[in-house]
């Protein structure tokens, strides 16, 4: 993976392995009987190398956790792993949802940085954005009306923190 410029799956296969290794294709099937278990011990050397055991994840050590997966994740170009549509009508949504956003909270934090504002309108994003919502409803479970109530919860937080003037680490 760390040959990879992205964090894309596809790339990962048995023959760009044995090329890799300058190995038969043949001796990597050998040691992986299926593509899923070829994957699932790249992942387990990534969270090694990483430092990471999900095994230990509790909320006083969840940041420290997260920044390792982000520190990791900053070897692969992890935008273009993010699955967002092409279709110029959702691009341009898109850009309008972020400039309104960004415009939203340079006028409530009109001194903070550009960084900071741009922080905070990105964070926003990340939450008024379809992949949240997905994943709360088709991965945690959620109702569909408890996700939304949910994602508003978090990002009044975020607007408190505008409010109170305590800008995020920029």
């Known amino acids: 993976m760390h040959a990879f410029d992205s964090w894309n799956w596809r790339n990962l296969t048995f023959r760009s392995v044995a090329e890799r290794a300058g190995v038969g294709e043949r001796t990597v099937y050998r040691h992986f009987p299926a593509e899923r278990h070829l994957h699932d011990a790249v992942m387990q050397r990534l969270e090694s190398e990483a430092g990471i055991s999900y095994e230990d994840v509790d909320l006083d ?17 992890v935008r273009e792993s993010v699955d967002t549509p092409r279709d110029p009508t959702f691009v341009g949504v898109d850009a309008r949802r972020r400039e309104a956003l960004l415009r939203a909270v340079t006028a409530r934090a009109p001194r903070w940085s550009a960084a900071e504002q741009r922080i905070t309108a990105g964070l926003l994003d990340v939450l008024w954005n379809l992949p ?3 994943r709360l409803v088709g991965v945690w479970g959620v109702d569909g009306v408890a996700a939304t ?7 009044t937080k975020v607007i408190d923190a505008v409010e109170v003037d305590n800008p995020p680490p920029a």
Do not use: D, I, K, P
């Open 61 to 77: 050590n969840l940041g420290e956790v997260t920044a390792r997966v982000f520190a990791s994740l900053q070897r692969f170009a």
């Open 132 to 134: 949240s919502y997905e």
């Open 149 to 155: 109530e949910a994602v508003n919860w978090l990002m």
